[in-house]
């Protein structure tokens, strides 16, 4: 079945980088877009950014430029967000979701990870 | 930005009645080539994922039971639940994706009364 597998929970200290993986399998990786999205405890959903995985073309959200990177392995069928000078506000449950080639709603999510930011 | 608003906030609803959502984008999501809505709703349940419901603003994902329904065009939009049952119980999203970045709203939580 179409599924995405994400890697396990995280701690890190403030100003730590994280790397968070997600495994696609069932469908064909590079048929559809990638995207990431984050929910800070009790709070709604952020969007985070976007890749192709067919080119590895990546868009950032505004506020997070300049700390998030996506890139993505073909030969696996994985993509990786890496969010780097964590902080505390950075506390949230990661998730990856993919879009549907035909009508571009989020239509397949991870599992999610959970990232936790302390000192 | 295309910025997304939801009401109520929150809402309990006796099991059987209907729920009522309203979602309101600060412009239009309309596509006009082809008239279609960039509008989607999920099912966001305690500790799970969020759950495409509705996307086109109407059109439900397979394996929805037809007691969602989706309804609006343009920057109005409504999600029905016409027979509340137990398992609803969840928060629900709307989420524009006619323009990067895609955008969600503050969401809408759904009780028993």
């Known amino acids: 079945q179409v599924q995405l597998v994400q890697s396990g929970a995280e701690v890190k200290k403030p100003g730590a980088s994280v790397m968070v993986s997600c495994k696609a399998s069932?469908?064909?990786?590079?048929?559809?877009?990638l995207h990431w999205v984050r929910q800070a405890p009790g709070q709604g959903l952020e969007w985070m950014g976007i890749?192709?995985?067919?080119?590895?073309?990546?868009t950032y959200a505004q506020r997070l430029q300049g700390r998030v990177t996506m890139t993505r392995d073909t030969s696996t069928s994985t993509v990786y967000m890496e969010l780097s000078s964590l902080r505390s506000e950075d506390t949230a449950v990661y998730y990856c979701?993919?879009?549907?080639?035909?009508?571009?709603?989020?239509?397949?999510w991870g599992q999610g990870t959970m990232v936790t930011v302390s000192s | 930005d295309i910025v997304m608003t939801q009401s109520p906030d929150s809402l309990a609803v006796s099991l059987g009645e209907r729920a009522t959502i309203n979602c309101k984008s600060r412009?239009?999501?309309?596509?006009?080539?082809?008239?279609?809505?960039?509008l989607a709703w999920y099912q966001q349940k305690s500790g799970q994922p969020p759950k495409l419901l509705i996307y086109?603003?109407?059109t439900r994902e397979s394996g929805v039971p037809d007691r969602f329904s989706g309804s609006g065009s343009g920057t109005d939009f409504t999600l029905t639940i016409s027979s509340l049952q137990a398992e609803d119980v969840a928060v629900y999203y709307c989420?524009?994706?006619?323009?990067?970045?895609?955008?969600f709203g503050p969401g809408t939580k759904v009780e028993i009364k």
């Open positions: 890749i192709n995985p067919s080119g590895g073309s990546t």
């Open positions: 989420q524009q994706y006619y323009s990067t970045p895609p955008a």
């Open positions: 069932g469908y064909t990786f590079t048929s559809c877009y």
């Open positions: 412009q239009s999501v309309l596509y006009s080539s082809n008239n279609k809505n960039y």
């Open positions: 086109w603003a109407s």
């Open positions: 979701a993919r879009q549907n080639a035909l009508y571009d709603a989020f239509d397949i």
